[in-house]
């Protein structure tokens, strides 16, 4: 099988060939949590995962949910972060990749007596069985409005985000740089000291899918320059989801802020401020990848398109 890909931005083109695709049908890695030992305010709970897939998994996460009785208290091989009673465990650094064919295992304590529901590894069912991925960002939070607040602060409210599978979490980053996470959709924040400033709110659902920024921009005059065109535009395989395909590339800049991306996969157009997109693949088939940067005041980049293509025998 011969594949090329064609790379074009704005009026470049560069060729390159010899790439095999060889999209994924083995079993999906499975992840399970057991509980090792109980008592009357809490539990031990063992976490293993294993790959089946024939190359290292690596930067995995396993999430679950538990009643708000219940708390991760202390962990072992795994970090633990939480937004209410949604908990993501990410390996330590000393133990990212679980070897081709391997597992791996870590445990936690926990208090309480919930246990864990809803697992998902790399977003997917842990139990492995197969099901459609979570592949589509939350939609752009509302208009961000002010609320009143004390002298200092600043707080802004909007309307929320919707999501095939659900909102776990909104992201305010103020002057680029994430400054907090909220399961509300409000917040209240100091007052940036510098007079040009940005507010900008994102939704994040189970899977890591991020939707555009949701923006406020304070003492800029009017932006009419874009952002830059994204480049390094690649598609490659979907390490742990077989069957997609993953398209990725580096991130604009702007003299204001970047809001998000437009991803075009053959027509399907994507929003998201993430800098990787993933679509289901079927050999043979022609794929063209067409990605443009906005910023927010609605201007939008120069896009950047890759064509991957199996011709027929």
Not at 243 to 259: E, I, Q, R
Request: with cysteine; proline share 9%.
């Amino acid at each position: 099988m011969n594949v090329y890909l064609v790379r074009t931005v704005t009026a470049a083109v560069v060729v390159a060939g010899g790439v095999v695709l060889t999209p994924g049908a083995a079993l999906a890695s499975t992840a399970t949590i057991t509980v090792d030992s109980a008592w009357a305010a809490g539990y031990v709970a063992r976490l293993t995962i294993h790959n089946t897939e024939t190359t290292p998994l690596t930067d995995w996460k396993v999430e679950f949910d538990l009643a708000p009785d219940a708390n991760v208290q202390s962990a072992w091989n795994v970090t633990f972060t939480h937004v209410g009673g949604h908990w993501t465990a990410k390996p330590a650094g000393y133990s990212a990749a679980v070897p081709a064919g391997g597992s791996f295992t870590a445990g936690f304590v926990a208090s309480g007596t919930s246990r864990p529901t809803g697992c998902l590894l790399n977003g997917a069912p842990c139990d492995g069985v197969a099901t459609t991925p979570d592949v589509t960002p939350p939609s752009t939070p509302g208009k961000l409005s002010p609320l009143p607040t004390a002298a200092g602060r600043i707080g802004y409210g909007w309307a929320p985000s919707t999501d095939d599978h659900g909102v776990v979490r909104y992201e305010v980053f103020v002057d680029n740089q994430k400054v907090t996470e909220t399961t509300y959709t409000n917040f209240i924040e100091p007052t940036p000291t510098n007079p040009r400033w940005v507010i900008g709110v994102r939704a994040v659902d189970a899977a890591g899918n991020a939707s555009p920024f949701s923006t406020q921009v304070s003492g800029w005059p009017v932006d009419t320059v874009p952002p830059s065109a994204p480049t390094d535009l690649r598609i490659a395989g979907a390490a742990g989801v077989p069957g997609y395909l993953a398209a990725s590339w580096t991130a604009s800049t702007d003299t204001v802020t970047v809001a998000g991306y437009e991803v075009t996969v053959n027509g399907r157009t994507t929003l998201t401020s993430n800098t990787r997109l993933l679509f289901p693949v079927h050999v043979p088939q022609v794929y063209t990848v067409r990605v443009r940067a906005y910023d927010a005041a609605g201007n939008f980049s120069p896009a950047t398109t890759l064509t991957l293509a199996e011709p027929p025998a």
